[in-house]
Protein backbone atom coordinates (compact mmCIF):
# COMPACT_ATOMS: atom_id res chain seq x y z
CA UNK A 1 0.00 0.00 0.00
CA UNK A 2 1.40 3.52 -1.32
CA UNK A 3 1.60 5.21 2.23
CA UNK A 4 2.01 8.42 2.83
CA UNK A 5 5.13 8.96 5.50
CA UNK A 6 4.88 12.37 7.37
CA UNK A 7 8.89 11.02 9.07
CA UNK A 8 7.24 11.08 12.60
CA UNK A 9 7.73 8.53 15.24
CA UNK A 10 6.00 6.29 17.15
CA UNK A 11 5.79 8.16 20.76
CA UNK A 12 8.98 7.11 22.54
CA UNK A 13 7.68 7.35 25.87
CA UNK A 14 5.23 4.92 25.47
CA UNK A 15 8.30 2.29 24.37
CA UNK A 16 9.63 2.77 27.58
CA UNK A 17 7.06 2.13 29.56
CA UNK A 18 5.85 -0.52 27.45
CA UNK A 19 9.51 -2.08 27.75
CA UNK A 20 9.81 -1.38 31.65
CA UNK A 21 6.45 -3.26 31.74
CA UNK A 22 8.00 -6.16 30.20
CA UNK A 23 10.73 -6.11 32.48
CA UNK A 24 8.28 -5.73 35.74
CA UNK A 25 6.57 -9.19 34.34
CA UNK A 26 9.72 -11.19 33.59
CA UNK A 27 11.50 -10.11 36.81
CA UNK A 28 8.93 -9.74 39.18
CA UNK A 29 10.88 -5.98 39.83
CA UNK A 30 8.19 -2.90 40.93
CA UNK A 31 8.85 0.18 39.42
CA UNK A 32 7.95 3.44 39.78
CA UNK A 33 6.81 4.64 36.47
CA UNK A 34 8.36 8.25 36.99
CA UNK A 35 8.78 7.80 32.65
CA UNK A 36 4.82 8.92 32.81
CA UNK A 37 4.05 12.41 32.35
CA UNK A 38 1.00 12.28 34.24
CA UNK A 39 -0.02 13.40 37.88
CA UNK A 40 -0.52 10.08 40.32
CA UNK A 41 -0.44 11.69 43.74
CA UNK A 42 -4.03 11.43 43.58
CA UNK A 43 -7.05 11.14 41.20
CA UNK A 44 -8.95 14.25 41.12
CA UNK A 45 -12.55 12.80 43.21
CA UNK A 46 -15.46 13.01 40.89
CA UNK A 47 -17.58 10.99 43.62
CA UNK A 48 -20.20 13.68 44.05
CA UNK A 49 -19.79 15.36 40.14
CA UNK A 50 -20.79 12.22 38.77
CA UNK A 51 -24.28 11.80 40.11
CA UNK A 52 -25.20 15.85 38.97
CA UNK A 53 -24.60 14.71 35.19
CA UNK A 54 -27.85 13.35 33.30
CA UNK A 55 -26.85 10.49 31.16
CA UNK A 56 -30.00 10.27 29.79
CA UNK A 57 -29.79 14.14 28.34
CA UNK A 58 -29.52 15.24 25.08
CA UNK A 59 -26.25 17.30 25.92
CA UNK A 60 -24.67 13.64 26.71
CA UNK A 61 -26.48 12.03 23.72
CA UNK A 62 -25.98 14.29 20.60
CA UNK A 63 -23.61 15.48 18.30
CA UNK A 64 -22.58 18.62 20.50
CA UNK A 65 -21.32 22.04 18.43
CA UNK A 66 -18.35 21.62 16.74
CA UNK A 67 -16.59 24.71 18.20
CA UNK A 68 -17.89 23.01 22.07
CA UNK A 69 -21.16 23.45 24.19
CA UNK A 70 -21.71 27.05 24.81
CA UNK A 71 -22.15 26.57 28.59
CA UNK A 72 -18.32 24.89 29.01
CA UNK A 73 -16.76 28.13 26.60
CA UNK A 74 -18.98 30.36 29.36
CA UNK A 75 -16.94 28.13 32.24
CA UNK A 76 -13.96 28.63 30.36
CA UNK A 77 -14.31 32.26 30.37
CA UNK A 78 -15.00 32.61 33.69
CA UNK A 79 -11.97 30.56 34.92
CA UNK A 80 -9.59 31.31 32.69
CA UNK A 81 -10.05 34.52 31.77
CA UNK A 82 -12.51 36.29 34.30
CA UNK A 83 -15.17 36.81 31.84
CA UNK A 84 -13.15 39.29 29.71
CA UNK A 85 -12.94 36.76 26.38
CA UNK A 86 -15.17 36.36 24.05
CA UNK A 87 -16.90 32.98 23.92
CA UNK A 88 -17.06 33.02 20.51
CA UNK A 89 -13.08 32.87 20.26
CA UNK A 90 -12.75 29.67 22.43
CA UNK A 91 -13.00 26.69 20.39
CA UNK A 92 -13.11 22.67 22.75
CA UNK A 93 -10.34 20.44 21.42
CA UNK A 94 -9.50 16.68 21.66
CA UNK A 95 -6.55 17.38 24.62
CA UNK A 96 -3.97 19.60 23.93
CA UNK A 97 -2.24 17.46 21.11
CA UNK A 98 -5.14 18.19 18.87
CA UNK A 99 -5.26 22.26 19.78
CA UNK A 100 -1.25 21.88 18.66
CA UNK A 101 -1.95 20.11 15.64
CA UNK A 102 -4.92 22.19 14.30
CA UNK A 103 -2.48 25.05 14.95
CA UNK A 104 0.01 24.22 13.03
CA UNK A 105 -1.38 23.12 10.30
CA UNK A 106 -3.52 26.66 10.11
CA UNK A 107 -0.98 29.07 10.51
CA UNK A 108 0.64 29.71 6.94
CA UNK A 109 4.32 29.95 8.16
CA UNK A 110 6.98 28.06 7.52
CA UNK A 111 9.52 27.79 11.35
CA UNK A 112 8.04 27.19 15.16
CA UNK A 113 10.53 27.67 17.78
CA UNK A 114 10.53 25.85 20.84
CA UNK A 115 12.64 26.39 23.73
CA UNK A 116 16.10 24.18 23.35
CA UNK A 117 14.51 22.06 26.18
CA UNK A 118 11.02 21.07 24.70
CA UNK A 119 8.04 18.36 24.78
CA UNK A 120 9.31 15.73 22.49
CA UNK A 121 5.78 15.31 20.75
CA UNK A 122 6.34 19.06 19.22
CA UNK A 123 8.75 17.95 16.93
CA UNK A 124 6.78 14.70 15.58
CA UNK A 125 3.49 16.94 15.38
CA UNK A 126 5.33 20.00 13.39
CA UNK A 127 6.49 17.17 11.15
CA UNK A 128 2.80 15.98 10.16
CA UNK A 129 1.54 19.45 9.98
CA UNK A 130 4.91 20.32 7.41
CA UNK A 131 6.64 22.82 9.78
CA UNK A 132 10.12 22.99 10.59
CA UNK A 133 11.33 22.91 14.07
CA UNK A 134 13.74 25.70 15.77
CA UNK A 135 15.07 26.80 19.32
CA UNK A 136 15.72 29.38 21.48
CA UNK A 137 18.16 29.04 23.84
CA UNK A 138 16.67 30.69 26.86
CA UNK A 139 13.99 33.68 27.18
CA UNK A 140 16.60 36.06 27.01
CA UNK A 141 18.21 35.33 23.93
CA UNK A 142 14.71 36.31 22.56
CA UNK A 143 14.90 39.33 24.23
CA UNK A 144 18.44 40.58 23.17
CA UNK A 145 17.65 39.07 19.11
CA UNK A 146 13.89 39.28 18.84
CA UNK A 147 14.42 39.81 15.02
CA UNK A 148 15.69 36.02 14.46
CA UNK A 149 11.91 35.16 15.25
CA UNK A 150 10.44 37.35 12.50
CA UNK A 151 8.11 35.91 10.57
CA UNK A 152 7.72 32.39 12.49
CA UNK A 153 6.28 31.37 15.46
CA UNK A 154 7.21 30.59 18.83
CA UNK A 155 5.82 28.29 21.52
CA UNK A 156 5.97 28.93 24.90
CA UNK A 157 5.46 26.20 27.70
CA UNK A 158 6.02 27.05 31.30
CA UNK A 159 6.12 25.32 33.54
CA UNK A 160 8.63 24.02 31.05
CA UNK A 161 8.44 20.22 29.84
CA UNK A 162 10.88 18.62 30.65
CA UNK A 163 12.94 20.78 32.80
CA UNK A 164 10.01 21.92 35.69
CA UNK A 165 11.18 25.67 35.43
CA UNK A 166 8.91 28.26 35.96
CA UNK A 167 9.89 31.69 34.41
CA UNK A 168 8.94 34.94 36.12
CA UNK A 169 5.93 36.17 34.56
CA UNK A 170 7.28 39.36 34.47
CA UNK A 171 9.76 38.44 32.27
CA UNK A 172 7.51 36.80 29.90
CA UNK A 173 5.79 39.87 29.72
CA UNK A 174 8.66 41.41 28.34
CA UNK A 175 9.03 38.16 25.65
CA UNK A 176 5.33 38.79 24.90
CA UNK A 177 5.67 42.42 24.26
CA UNK A 178 9.13 42.66 22.04
CA UNK A 179 8.00 39.44 19.86
CA UNK A 180 4.35 41.38 19.58
CA UNK A 181 6.53 44.10 18.21
CA UNK A 182 7.81 41.52 15.89
CA UNK A 183 4.97 40.25 14.36
CA UNK A 184 5.74 36.69 16.00
CA UNK A 185 2.88 34.43 16.58
CA UNK A 186 3.20 33.08 20.01
CA UNK A 187 1.17 29.63 20.87
CA UNK A 188 1.22 29.52 24.73
CA UNK A 189 1.07 26.59 25.39
CA UNK A 190 1.62 26.29 29.38
CA UNK A 191 -1.10 23.01 30.55
CA UNK A 192 0.95 22.28 34.00
CA UNK A 193 0.52 25.95 35.17
CA UNK A 194 -2.73 26.08 36.38
CA UNK A 195 -2.34 22.89 38.33
CA UNK A 196 -0.26 25.68 40.82
CA UNK A 197 -3.08 28.25 40.34
CA UNK A 198 -6.34 28.76 40.79
CA UNK A 199 -8.91 31.48 38.78
CA UNK A 200 -7.13 33.76 40.67
CA UNK A 201 -4.75 33.87 38.38
CA UNK A 202 -4.43 36.60 36.22
CA UNK A 203 -2.03 35.41 33.15
CA UNK A 204 -4.66 34.62 30.82
CA UNK A 205 -6.74 37.80 31.23
CA UNK A 206 -3.37 39.46 30.77
CA UNK A 207 -2.41 37.12 27.30
CA UNK A 208 -5.82 38.87 25.84
CA UNK A 209 -4.18 42.19 25.22
CA UNK A 210 -1.89 40.48 23.00
CA UNK A 211 -3.58 39.87 19.03
CA UNK A 212 -0.57 38.09 18.31
CA UNK A 213 -1.20 34.95 20.94
CA UNK A 214 -2.32 31.67 20.49
CA UNK A 215 -3.52 29.75 23.66
CA UNK A 216 -3.44 25.64 23.51
CA UNK A 217 -4.73 24.25 26.86
CA UNK A 218 -5.36 21.29 29.00
CA UNK A 219 -7.96 19.67 31.03
CA UNK A 220 -5.42 17.08 31.46
CA UNK A 221 -2.26 18.21 33.80
CA UNK A 222 -4.52 20.55 35.94
CA UNK A 223 -7.59 18.49 36.59
CA UNK A 224 -5.66 15.32 36.03
CA UNK A 225 -8.41 14.23 33.53
CA UNK A 226 -5.74 13.14 30.51
CA UNK A 227 -8.65 10.36 29.90
CA UNK A 228 -11.23 12.46 28.96
CA UNK A 229 -9.32 14.23 25.95
CA UNK A 230 -10.35 17.61 26.46
CA UNK A 231 -8.39 20.98 25.88
CA UNK A 232 -9.22 24.50 24.21
CA UNK A 233 -7.60 26.69 21.73
CA UNK A 234 -8.05 30.73 21.99
CA UNK A 235 -7.02 33.69 19.53
CA UNK A 236 -8.65 36.51 18.74
CA UNK A 237 -7.49 36.43 15.25
CA UNK A 238 -10.97 36.30 12.92
CA UNK A 239 -9.43 34.79 9.96
CA UNK A 240 -7.29 32.21 11.50
CA UNK A 241 -10.68 31.43 14.16
CA UNK A 242 -12.62 30.45 10.71
CA UNK A 243 -9.79 28.36 9.01
CA UNK A 244 -9.44 26.61 12.52
CA UNK A 245 -13.18 26.02 13.25
CA UNK A 246 -13.35 24.12 9.93
CA UNK A 247 -10.51 22.12 10.57
CA UNK A 248 -11.72 21.43 13.67
CA UNK A 249 -15.04 20.42 12.37
CA UNK A 250 -13.60 17.57 9.69
CA UNK A 251 -11.02 16.22 12.16
CA UNK A 252 -13.56 14.73 14.71
CA UNK A 253 -16.86 16.14 14.03
CA UNK A 254 -17.15 17.67 17.89
CA UNK A 255 -15.57 16.86 21.03
CA UNK A 256 -16.53 14.12 23.57
CA UNK A 257 -20.29 15.69 25.09
CA UNK A 258 -19.57 13.58 28.30
CA UNK A 259 -16.26 14.73 28.20
CA UNK A 260 -17.14 18.86 28.00
CA UNK A 261 -20.17 18.11 30.79
CA UNK A 262 -17.83 16.59 33.25
CA UNK A 263 -15.10 19.78 32.88
CA UNK A 264 -17.99 22.43 33.22
CA UNK A 265 -19.69 21.25 36.47
CA UNK A 266 -15.89 20.71 38.09
CA UNK A 267 -15.23 24.46 36.69
CA UNK A 268 -18.74 25.95 37.34
CA UNK A 269 -20.25 23.88 40.31
CA UNK A 270 -19.10 24.28 44.23
CA UNK A 271 -18.65 20.59 44.60
CA UNK A 272 -16.38 20.53 40.96
CA UNK A 273 -14.54 23.67 42.28
CA UNK A 274 -13.87 21.69 45.55
CA UNK A 275 -13.16 18.81 44.05
CA UNK A 276 -10.22 20.52 41.29
CA UNK A 277 -9.08 22.54 44.74
CA UNK A 278 -8.40 19.28 46.59
CA UNK A 279 -6.73 17.23 43.79
CA UNK A 280 -4.52 20.75 43.00
CA UNK A 281 -3.21 21.11 47.00
CA UNK A 282 -2.47 17.50 47.16
CA UNK A 283 -0.59 16.91 43.99
CA UNK A 284 1.54 20.32 44.43
CA UNK A 285 2.09 19.71 47.73
CA UNK A 286 3.72 16.01 47.04
CA UNK A 287 5.50 17.64 44.27
CA UNK A 288 7.36 20.26 46.11
CA UNK A 289 8.17 17.80 49.13
CA UNK A 290 9.60 15.50 46.27
CA UNK A 291 11.36 18.31 44.81
CA UNK A 292 13.24 18.94 47.90
CA UNK A 293 13.90 15.81 48.14
CA UNK A 294 15.78 15.63 45.10
CA UNK A 295 17.86 18.84 45.96
CA UNK A 296 18.54 17.91 49.44
CA UNK A 297 20.43 14.59 47.75
CA UNK A 298 22.25 16.92 44.78
CA UNK A 299 20.30 14.95 42.26
CA UNK A 300 19.17 18.31 40.19
CA UNK A 301 21.82 19.47 38.33
CA UNK A 302 23.30 22.61 38.95
CA UNK A 303 24.13 23.62 35.18
CA UNK A 304 20.44 23.73 34.50
CA UNK A 305 18.96 24.69 37.45
CA UNK A 306 21.96 27.38 39.14
CA UNK A 307 20.22 28.01 42.43
CA UNK A 308 16.62 28.02 41.31
CA UNK A 309 14.01 25.24 42.34
CA UNK A 310 12.21 24.04 39.21
CA UNK A 311 8.52 23.51 40.04
CA UNK A 312 7.87 20.38 38.84
CA UNK A 313 5.68 18.37 37.45
CA UNK A 314 9.04 17.56 35.57
CA UNK A 315 12.88 17.74 36.48
CA UNK A 316 15.58 17.01 34.98
CA UNK A 317 17.91 14.50 37.54
CA UNK A 318 22.09 14.07 37.01
CA UNK A 319 21.36 10.29 36.59
CA UNK A 320 21.30 8.31 33.37
CA UNK A 321 18.34 6.33 32.36
CA UNK A 322 20.20 2.90 33.37
CA UNK A 323 21.59 4.15 36.71
CA UNK A 324 17.43 5.43 37.48
CA UNK A 325 16.48 1.99 36.35
CA UNK A 326 19.31 -0.17 38.49
CA UNK A 327 17.38 1.41 41.13
CA UNK A 328 14.07 0.39 39.97
CA UNK A 329 12.95 3.68 38.45
CA UNK A 330 11.57 4.20 35.17
CA UNK A 331 12.56 8.11 33.83
CA UNK A 332 13.21 8.97 29.96
CA UNK A 333 16.87 10.20 28.95
CA UNK A 334 17.01 13.95 28.67
CA UNK A 335 18.12 13.39 24.72
CA UNK A 336 14.55 13.22 23.57
CA UNK A 337 13.84 16.75 24.84
CA UNK A 338 16.77 18.37 23.61
CA UNK A 339 19.35 18.67 21.00
CA UNK A 340 22.06 20.73 22.88
CA UNK A 341 25.38 19.60 22.91
CA UNK A 342 26.75 21.73 25.73
CA UNK A 343 25.41 19.51 28.58
CA UNK A 344 25.88 15.89 29.12
CA UNK A 345 22.62 14.75 28.10
CA UNK A 346 23.36 11.49 28.10
CA UNK A 347 24.02 11.27 32.14
CA UNK A 348 20.88 12.98 32.63
CA UNK A 349 16.82 11.89 33.00
CA UNK A 350 13.58 13.51 32.59
CA UNK A 351 11.48 12.29 35.92
CA UNK A 352 7.86 13.12 36.80
CA UNK A 353 7.32 14.07 40.59
CA UNK A 354 4.08 14.32 40.69
CA UNK A 355 3.39 10.61 42.69
CA UNK A 356 2.61 10.47 46.15
CA UNK A 357 6.38 11.80 48.30
CA UNK A 358 6.25 8.34 50.32
CA UNK A 359 6.70 6.23 47.38
CA UNK A 360 9.02 8.70 46.04
CA UNK A 361 11.40 8.88 49.17
CA UNK A 362 11.27 4.93 49.18
CA UNK A 363 12.64 4.53 45.78
CA UNK A 364 15.03 7.37 46.32
CA UNK A 365 16.26 6.50 49.65
CA UNK A 366 19.40 4.59 47.53
CA UNK A 367 20.62 7.72 46.29
C1 LIG B 1 3.91 20.83 26.97
C2 LIG B 1 2.68 20.03 26.68
N1 LIG B 1 1.72 20.57 25.93
C3 LIG B 1 0.59 19.90 25.64
C4 LIG B 1 0.39 18.63 26.13
C5 LIG B 1 -0.89 17.97 25.67
O1 LIG B 1 -1.60 17.27 26.56
P1 LIG B 1 -3.00 16.62 26.15
O2 LIG B 1 -3.00 16.26 24.71
O3 LIG B 1 -3.15 15.45 27.05
O4 LIG B 1 -4.04 17.65 26.44
C6 LIG B 1 1.38 18.01 26.90
C7 LIG B 1 1.22 16.63 27.38
O5 LIG B 1 2.08 15.99 27.89
C8 LIG B 1 2.55 18.74 27.19
O6 LIG B 1 3.54 18.22 27.93
Not at 52 to 69: E, R, T
Not at 87 to 112: C, D, H, P, R, S
Not at 315 to 322: A, C, L, R
Not at 339 to 355: A, G, L, P, Q, W
Request: contains cysteine.
Amino acid sequence: MKTNKSGAKFSAIVKIGEDLRKESRKTGKEFLYLNRGINRVVNIDLSEIIPMIDFNSDAVQYYPHSKGMLSLRKAINTEFFTERASEENIYLTAGGMNALFLVFQTLEIKTVYTHSFYWGAYSNVLKIAGKSQNFYRSFDEILSEPEKFNNSALIICDPNNPTGIKTDDKKLYRVLDVLQKQNTIVIWDGPYRRLFYDRTDDLYRNLLAYKNVIITESFSKSIGLSGQRIGFMHSKNTEFNEEFAVRLLYSGNGINAFAQVLVEKILSSEEGKKAAKNFKEKTANAITENIKLLKEKALLPNNIYQNDLPVGIFVIVNKSYEELKAKNIGSVPLNYFTRRTDIEVENYSRICVSVPSEKFKNYFKHF
